[in-house]
T-cell receptor, first 112, second 110 residues
Framework: KAGVTQTPRYLIKTRGQQVTLSCSPISGHRSVSWYQQTPGQGLQFLFEYFSETQRNKGNFPGRFSGRQFSNSRSEMNVSTLELGDSALYLC???????????FGQGTRLTVV | EDKVVQSPLSLVVHEGDTVTLNCSYEVTNFRSLLWYKQEKKAPTFLFMLTSSGIEKKSGRLSSILDKKELFSILNITATQTGDSAVYLCCSGAGSYQLTFGKGTKLSVIP
């Protein structure tokens, strides 16, 4: 079974731009979660999608949004980028009813 | 607000040493406690604990959960340089999100 795939692996954007990150979960997994990882804050929960519905959302501003498609692939969008958005963005997929999450390699976003 | 605290934040040991990593939690609607190992980017799953007092083992790694005192430990015996990584503890709650601690950075020197 293929693992969780995130694209792109690296991104450099300038302040004020927007960015879209993509995540393809493990086949058969319908839950996709997104996390932001920074050296100071560690891994912080952004949101979770299940069957195309946002099931839970972390404490991030509205500039951070996401969606999930019928094939369970998910995208995360960040608008009006700020320097502080520079981070590793990790996506994780889970089987229904199981809290064990499998992570992708992440997208390293640098905002300059 | 759910909280997970790991200690120590970093640790340097020599090959062959035994280490104990600590994780305490305060979580509403607690369901499980999970440990991950992060070497470069993708955290890889180690253990999921749901019941108190039952040790889970995988090779030189083991972990146990105490739901009364709200903590878990991860033990690594006979450490090797390949064990060098950040070890993440997180809680799974009724809200489905995982709340992570800041991690323990373990460095194993030859």
């Amino acid at each position: 079974k293929a693992g969780v795939t995130q694209t792109p692996r690296y991104l450099i954007k300038t302040r004020g731009q927007q960015v879209t990150l993509s995540c393809s979960p493990i086949s058969g997994h319908r839950s996709v979660s997104w996390y932001q990882q920074t050296p100071g804050q560690g891994l912080q929960f952004l949101f979770e999608y299940f069957s195309e519905t946002q099931r839970n959302k972390g404490n991030f501003p509205g500039r951070f949004s996401g969606r999930q498609f019928s094939n369970s692939r998910s995208e995360m969008n960040v608008s009006t980028l700020e320097l502080g958005d520079s981070a590793l963005y990790l996506c994780a997929s889970r089987d229904q009813g199981n809290t064990e999450a499998f992570f992708g390699q992440g997208t390293r976003l640098t905002v300059v | 607000e759910d909280k997970v605290v790991q200690s120590p934040l970093s640790l340097v040991v020599h090959e062959g040493d035994t280490v104990t990593l600590n994780c305490s939690y305060e979580v509403t609607n607690f369901r499980s406690l999970l440990w991950y190992k992060q070497e470069k980017k993708a955290p890889t799953f180690l253990f999921m604990l749901t019941s108190s007092g039952i040790e889970k083992k995988s090779g030189r790694l083991s972990s146990i959960l105490d739901k009364k005192e709200l903590f878990s430990i991860l033990n690594i015996t006979a450490t090797q340089t390949g064990d060098s990584a950040v070890y993440l503890c997180c809680s799974g709650a009724g809200s489905y999100q995982l709340t992570f601690g800041k991690g323990t950075k373990l460095s194993v020197i030859p």
